[in-house]
Structure formats: C-alpha cells, structure tokens
C-alpha cells in the first residue's frame, strides 16, 4: 500500500510539473509499456516507435488525468490506441514476422557461455513455436493476454486501457485462452501447458534481463491448466541456472518437439540460405544453366559428365506476406565462394525487380524477376516432379524434414574443387523491413522497364480459336505485389455460341449461354496457366509450376528473349499438347497453342495474347465484370487442367 500512495505522489508531482517526478515517470512507464507493445505487436522497431510515441502523449496529457490512481489503465490506453491506429491504417492485426525472436530475444538468452548447448537448442526451439502460436492472435488478443498474465489486471481496468466494457474483456480473455491452447496444442503442447508457454514467452519479451527473472503467471488466472502446470520450477529459474529447462519442460507437459524445430508448411513466412552457383561448361547459352541459388537443376537432362565451376556462394531471402501458396518477394546476394566479399546482387520489394551491378556501381530495375522454378517451401512431391521434367545432377543431395516436409538441408558435390558445400534452411528468420531498400542519391539507377511494368500493371486482350469455336476476351493483370490489391488480377473469356469463363476477385465461374452458373471455383481458378507475375515469380516458371501442381509432363527450353514450354499429352490426362510462347524480356505469355496427335504443331487452335502499354483511354471495355450471384457449392480448382479441356473442346461439358 506504502508504494501504491508513493506512486500515486510521483504522478501527481509529474502532474504539477516537477521535472525530475516527470522523468522518473516516464522511465516506469517507458519499461512496462515497452513489454506491453512488444507483446502485442511482436515487432522491436514498430515497438520503439510506437512507446516513444506513447510517452510523448502521455507527457503532454497527463495533466488531464483525473484520477492519479488510473495511471497505469490510462497510459495503457494510450499505448493501445497508438497500436490499434497502425494496424486500422495497414488493414491487419496479425504479425507477419519473427526477426525479433531469431535476431535480438532468443539471441541473449543463448549468449551465456555457462548454459550446454543441448539447452539453449531447445529453448530456441521452444521460443519459436510458442511465439508462432501468439503471432497467430489478433492483435486485441495478443493485449489482453499481456494485460491480464503479466500487468495482472483486474478486468475493469483492462475494459479502460483497451477501451471496452467489463464482460466483453472476460469473455475476450476467455476465448483466447482456448484459441491459443488450440494453437499450442497442434505444435504438440499438451492441453495443460498454456502457463508454461505464457511464462516462457513473458521471459523472452521481458524489457530487462532482471524483468524476466520476476515474471510469473499466477495459475488462477488460467483456470483449468493443469496442476504439472502451475508447479513448474521453470516459471522461477534463471535462464543461466537451467542449461536443460526445456528438457524438463517437455517432461512435464508432455511435449513432443517436432523434428529439426521446423514450422508446419502453413506457418512458413520467410526462407532464408545460402547456396552454391555454378556454371555448366559445356552449355551452349541455348539452354538456361543451373540456377544460382534455386532448389531445382538445370532445363536440360543433367548426367554429371558435363565439367562445372563455381560461380560463387549466393546468399537468398524470401518472404511470403500470405503464405507459401501466395506471392513471394526475393533478395539474392552473390559472394566469392569463401563469402568474403560481395559482387552482385537481386532484388525485389513488391515494387520492382531491381539489379545492382557491382563492378559499374548502378542499380538497374527491370520487367522480370529471378528464376524460381522450385521452392523450399514446395511441397515434396512437386518439387520432385519438377526436376524430374528439368534434371537433377546426382551429386546435389536433399534433406527434407521428415514431419513437415520442408526442405533442411542439401550438400552440393556438383563442382569438384568446393567439397560438401552444405546450404541449411531457416525458416521464419525475416522481417518485412528487410526488403525495404534504399540507396545514396549519387547512385545511378538505370529503369528498363517498359511502361505497363512502370506502371505496375495493365489490362489484356485474348483472341484466338479452339475447333471451329472462336475465342475473345480481356482482363486486367499486376506485375508486381504492392499493385495487386488495388488493381486486382480478372479475366473474361468468351466462347462463340458456347459458354463463358470469369474470374474475379470474389470468385471464378463457368457460365452457360443464358448466364446461369454451371460452376463456382475458388478466385484464381482461371489464372492457373496463365501470366501471373504479381506472385514475384516469371511468367516462364509458373507455367512449368502449374504443370508440376497437376503432374502434367511438361518441355522447355529458353533463350535470352523468348522461353517455350510444351504441355505433354499425357493417357489418362488428356489428348492434347499445349506449347506457350513466351516473351522473356516482358515476362508474358505471348501466346497458348493446342494441338492433337503426334505433330506437335499447333495448328489453327491458339489463344493470342496482347497487353495495353497505354490503359488512359482503355473505355468502358475494360470495366471489370461483376460477379454473379450464385449458391452452387464451391468446388476444387481444376489447376491448369481447364486450360487442356478448353483446348479439347470440353470445358463446358463439367
């Protein structure tokens, strides 16, 4: 009670305007709401920006406290508001990133030289799924935790700081709780665990070393987590005194670490290694070699005569903002092969492709995006489909995890004088932040683009024929990320005296003469085998992608402006090949030809491709359709495969 009225007297000393009560003030406040903000936001920089500005409210507020016993409720709020105003103005609430865990929180608690190594392993590994299942939360979630666990709030104040009624925050906390035991439980946490992870993740985001020694979770906050739970001598340990807490930990509630602590395919946000160039030797420049940093081999049969030569060690990031189905923004950076100096180096930020030539100093943007035919983050059975199709020399070696299916690991062997050149994966590494770029005024950038790739995206006509059946349509298309949701991906294909194909942000339907709905696909369906270069990814590779996604045999073969891809009739699949034309240097889809039989030449059946450099005076052409208003079940998205079917005639037939 003493320190409560000594409190009470520093605020209003602060309050009348004493300097030093006013410092003093702002350093408590400064530390509780640093853990407070970090606990709900996950992210250090956006923390520290967010505290100081919750500090500078606070200072230039506080006389319009009215109650000095409501400190800590009010600022709270302040800080709460702060936090909620950025999500409202970024459309989210959830984090995206974990590089405050690997880089900075997990990173000092391994520091201590007196703890083992098996320790500090499993705490890594503890940390980073316990924070993967906070990181899923809301942000509102994620507050209400932190107020109530670890400031140990009563319910009303916690209404007060995040601005909601009494019942409403006990029935919040309530939910949450079972939302997170859910989440902890599929990372293999026993249902009593709850208090244990909160006490492990309270340390971790702790804003001092002796903070984090004094937290505690008080078990009648969590009713119903277990006694093994509430007695874990863990919840008092130093981290330095407990070399094998996680060990002990696993013990007693019973959790099962999944192998090489990998997240579950669907929690992949980010992929970070660093891989072996090479050069083939004997390779014509016809034909693109092997990959500088990518999972897969070369375009062409590999049977490991062919002599090869180090290119250099190339360092890659990826990021995926909506998971590892969805679009992903790549940073690639080649070494010497000791990786003691840097040469040149790719980059995307959702804006652009952009590459910086180190020997001229300049930084070029351009239309088309690093190769990524295969992806870590694939699942196994494409991945291995892909180089199936395109080769895989037989001294690369692949390491998959054997729970999550991710790739782990690979040793190259490929170039005989670099020895077991070992790459290892790491997963959920990375910041968004860490593909925000810039560069000094005096550096010279050089834009290649064309204008609808300056623009970031444009609209497109189709024309062309299947059988006696002409076809036209339109449609409008991204090239970049940071475009895609203001100017959507929508196609409209039309078939003379048949049906029509829409594809639309709210869905994707194959409509009968009359209009009636004859079936609804989820939005996307219809751009599978077609451009899609807002994914971060070349038109070139997701065709082969697409292929690889329905096992569709599949040729290639690129040159430095053009690539084409053969689609393989296939018993079974279907009756007919199906060639793209593809414009390398503008990173589209020139055209889609459709043959039968052994010819493998086209013929007359083709779908034409033209973009619009200018879109000013497009007209009312261009209007995106609307949906229509339809009932039907959604059924699975046929992949690539309803292209094959167009071109045998018998799309509309499903």
């Not at 987590?225 to 696993?250: C, D, M, Q, R």
């Not at 004997?282 to 049969?301: A, K, V």
């Not at 010279?444 to 349509?473: C, L, P």
Request: contains cysteine; hydrophobic residues 40%; neutral net charge.
């Amino acid at each position: 009670m003493a320190e409560q009225i000594n409190f009470c007297q520093l605020v209003e000393q602060a309050r009348q305007g004493n300097r030093e009560s006013m410092d003093q003030l702002a350093r408590e406040a400064e530390l509780r709401l640093r853990a407070y903000v970090y606990r709900t936001t996950l992210d250090e920089e956006l923390t520290n920006d967010l505290v100081q500005e919750a500090l500078l409210e606070m200072v230039k507020s506080l006389k319009g406290l009215r109650r000095v016993q409501n400190f800590w409720p009010w600022v709270f709020r302040i800080a709460s508001n702060k936090t909620i105003d950025y999500f409202r103005m970024r459309k989210s609430s959830r984090t995206r990133q974990f590089s405050t865990l690997e880089d900075s929180l997990l990173e000092s608690v391994l520091q201590d030289e007196t703890q083992e190594a098996l320790g500090a392993v499993m705490r890594r590994e503890l940390g980073q799924m316990i924070f993967r299942a906070i990181a899923t939360l809301k942000h509102r979630q994620r507050a209400i935790l932190a107020l109530r666990c670890f400031e140990e709030m009563p319910y009303p104040q916690i209404a007060q700081a995040i601005g909601c009624t009494e019942n409403e925050a006990r029935v919040s906390f309530f939910r949450t709780k079972q939302v997170l035991k859910k989440l902890l439980s599929r990372r293999g946490f026993s249902k009593s665990s709850l208090l244990m992870a909160l006490i492990f993740f309270g340390k971790l985001t702790a804003p001092t070393k002796a903070a984090a020694l004094n937290v505690t979770v008080k078990s009648s906050v969590l009713k119903g987590v277990g006694a093994k739970a509430a007695i874990l001598g863990f919840a008092k340990t130093p981290w330095a005194a407990a070399p094998a807490a996680a060990v002990l930990i696993a013990a007693f509630v019973g959790l099962n670490l999944p192998s090489g602590g990998l997240p579950d395919r669907s929690e992949v946000r980010s992929v970070h290694f660093v891989s072996q160039g090479v050069w083939d030797m004997s390779d014509s420049g016809s034909s693109s070699s092997s990959s500088s940093s990518s999972f897969g081999g070369s375009s062409r049969s590999v049977d490991g005569a062919r002599p090869m030569k180090t290119k250099g060690a190339y360092e890659t990031w990826m990021y995926f903002p909506e998971g590892p189905d969805g679009p992903v923004i790549r940073r690639d950076q080649r070494y010497n092969i000791e990786q003691t100096e840097e040469q040149c180096g790719w980059l995307q930020d959702g804006n652009a492709n952009y590459y910086y030539h180190a020997g001229e100093k300049r930084i070029y943007i351009r239309n088309d995006p690093l190769s990524a035919l295969v992806l870590a983050t694939d699942p196994p059975e494409s991945a291995e489909f892909i180089m199936a199709m395109t080769g895989s020399h037989p001294n690369l070696k692949y390491i998959r995890d054997v729970k999550t299916g991710l790739l782990a690991g690979k040793i190259d062997n490929r170039v005989p004088s670099v020895k077991d050149f070992k790459t290892k994966y790491k997963y959920n590494s990375l910041s968004p932040k860490f593909f925000e770029y810039g560069w000094g005024a005096d550096t010279e950038v050089v834009d290649e683009r064309d204008e609808m790739h300056k623009r970031g995206w444009t609209y497109f006509k189709i024309n062309g024929r299947v059988g006696a059946k002409s076809i036209s349509g339109r449609g409008r298309i991204p090239f970049v990320y940071s475009v895609s949701k203001n100017h959507s991906p929508w196609v409209e294909l039309e078939i003379a005296d048949g049906f029509r194909i829409l594809d639309t942000g709210r869905g994707a339907y194959l409509l009968e003469r009359g209009g009636a709905v004859s079936g609804r696909y989820p939005p996307g369906s219809f751009f599978k085998g077609l451009c899609r270069p807002w994914m971060g990814i070349r038109a070139y590779d997701i065709v082969r992608r697409d292929a690889a996604e329905k096992r569709i045999r599949f040729e290639n073969e690129r040159f430095a402006e053009q690539g084409w891809v053969r689609l393989l009739a296939d018993e079974g699949a279907s009756e007919t090949d199906v060639t793209y034309s593809i414009d390398m240097a503008r990173d589209v889809i020139e055209s889609i030809g459709f043959s039968q039989g052994e010819e493998g030449d086209s013929g007359e059946d083709f779908l034409q491709f033209s973009y619009l450099d200018e879109v000013a005076d497009a007209g009312a052409e261009f209007i995106e359709p609307a949906a229509p208003d339809c009932d039907l079940p959604l059924a699975e998205s046929m992949g690539i495969i309803w292209l094959l079917r167009l071109g045998e005639g018998t799309l509309g037939e499903l």
